[in-house]
């Protein structure tokens, strides 16, 4: 089954980019430790229509709810991981995530305010050897189809922060992308939600699609 898994992996960017329907879904993980893994309970399905819509894209409408530990895991090219509190990988967890990651897979992680110190202490359980790389404002995800010279969007102030980026590679691909002072995922939910003018909510969509597009062109 896992060899099964893998080689889906590797034949999603392809079948996604060519306008095809193989049932592509994206992935929430399910943490535990006690965050709120749950948060922004509408920003993939709207990320996943606005990419659909703007381009061309077959994308489930409804994302998957998978753990870190799951083999379920290998069947979704991207996972993305949000919340405000403490989050806790097993062993087990953090080497079935790096085996992911390795195998093509993609993990974005958004930090929904809060999540900073434990997500950057877990992940490196799944990359001991490594630590966050900020991305340049000049980095191909910040110019597919959107363009923003700047590098990553601000959509919500906490503390008075620039926006952050970074990346944990393998063998020079980016597999994991990390948001930090941006509240990207949280521009993505219905308006009604967070009242964000539509402007704002605007780029972070803009920008969650360049995501995708990275992530399925690379």
């Known amino acids: 089954m896992k ?12 079948l996604l980019l060519f306008g095809q329907n ?28 606005f990419c659909n819509q703007e381009l061309q894209t077959s994308i489930d409408p409804e994302p998957a709810t998978v753990e870190p530990g799951s ?16 989050l806790i990988f097993s062993e087990e967890e953090s080497r079935n995530l790096r085996a992911y990651l390795e195998a093509g897979g993609f993990l974005y992680i958004d930090d929904n305010y809060g999540l900073d110190p434990y ?7 799944v990359f ?6 900020e991305l340049p404002a000049n980095h191909p995800i910040y110019n597919q189809k959107f363009k923003f010279k700047n590098g990553l969007p601000k959509i919500h102030e906490h503390d008075n922060r620039p926006p952050q980026g970074f990346g944990l590679f393998h063998e020079g691909r980016l597999v994991c992308f990390y948001t930090y002072e941006s509240d990207l995922s ?7 939600v967070h ?14 699609a360049n995501l995708i597009t990275y992530v399925f062109s690379h």
Not at 119 to 125: G, S
């Open 3 to 14: 060899t099964s898994c893998l080689t889906l992996l590797f034949l999603l960017p392809a």
């Open 128 to 133: 001991p050897d490594q630590e966050f790389t």
């Open 186 to 192: 949280d521009g993505w939910e219905d308006p009604s």
């Open 119 to 125: 997500i950057r202490r877990e992940m490196k359980k």
């Open 71 to 86: 083999i379920e895991l290998f069947n979704y090219p991207l996972v993305h991981i949000t919340g405000h509190g403490n």
């Open 22 to 49: 193989p049932n592509l879904k994206l992935g929430l993980l399910k943490y535990k430790g006690g965050g709120d893994w749950y948060a922004d309970p509408t920003a993939l399905p709207n990320l996943i229509r």
């Open 195 to 208: 009242n964000d003018p539509p402007e704002v909510r605007q780029k972070a969509l803009q920008m969650g």
